[in-house]
């Protein structure tokens, strides 16, 4: 069964169209009128082999917080569509990344249990016209959108754009390990109540 879904996403802030496949080859078409956005989510596409086609409208003759946030939503909700019950997954995952002088780290789990810790100081406050705030932003959208756990790091590093394409790098390695199928788990729901999300 193909792992593949579709959202549109339309508020009076933005409008989002989203075409995720879990089970690609890492192709991106990314068009959110923010240009290191874009170069992020082709980051996350190639490195968790994901296909992602997204296209978005927003207001950003006000800032590019919105569009930010709301990719962050669109993304995050199409791969929990495109999950369904998660049966057979590995659903845990992490990476530690290196990215010349950084190290960033993300641990995660494809439970149904939205969450995120960030632990992540970015020196410099803008990366082109981008606030760096705004990666924050992004980061907690998708997790809630996905419904996984997310916990990211940054252990140490002086450049801002190597830490903030670190973290989405270790991000997207974490993504691949945890969405794929464990043929040694019979199809089975990994988890002992036999269903993912809700409590513990």
């Not at 009128?33 to 950003?60: N, P, V, Y």
């Not at 990719?71 to 999950?83: R, S, Y």
Request: proline content about 2%.
């Amino acid at each position: 069964m193909s792992r593949t879904a579709q959202v549109t996403r339309k508020t009076n802030e933005t409008e989002i169209s989203v075409s995720l496949t879990i089970d690609g080859t890492g192709k991106a078409d990314i068009q959110t009128g923010i240009g290191f956005l874009d170069h992020m989510l082709e980051q996350l596409a190639r490195h968790s082999f994901m296909d992602i086609t997204l296209k978005a409208e927003g207001d950003l003759h006000i800032d590019a917080h919105h569009t930010t946030e709301d990719t962050g939503w669109a993304i995050g909700d199409a791969l929990n569509k495109a999950l369904g019950d998660r049966a057979g997954i590995n659903r845990y995952a992490s990476c530690l990344l290196p990215m010349d002088e950084c190290l960033s780290r993300v641990a995660l789990d494809v439970s149904g249990r939205p969450f995120l810790v960030w632990h992540v100081n970015l020196p410099s406050e803008t990366l082109g016209v981008m606030e760096t705030e705004l990666f924050r932003e992004w980061f907690q959208a998708f997790a809630m959108g996905s419904g996984i756990t997310l916990h990211v790091s940054n252990e140490y590093g002086v450049n801002t754009h190597h830490i903030v394409e670190s973290c989405y790098k270790a991000l997207a390695r974490s993504l691949r390990q945890a969405c794929e199928i464990d043929p040694r788990s019979g199809g089975r729901i990994p988890s002992t109540k036999g269903v993912l999300g809700g409590s513990l």
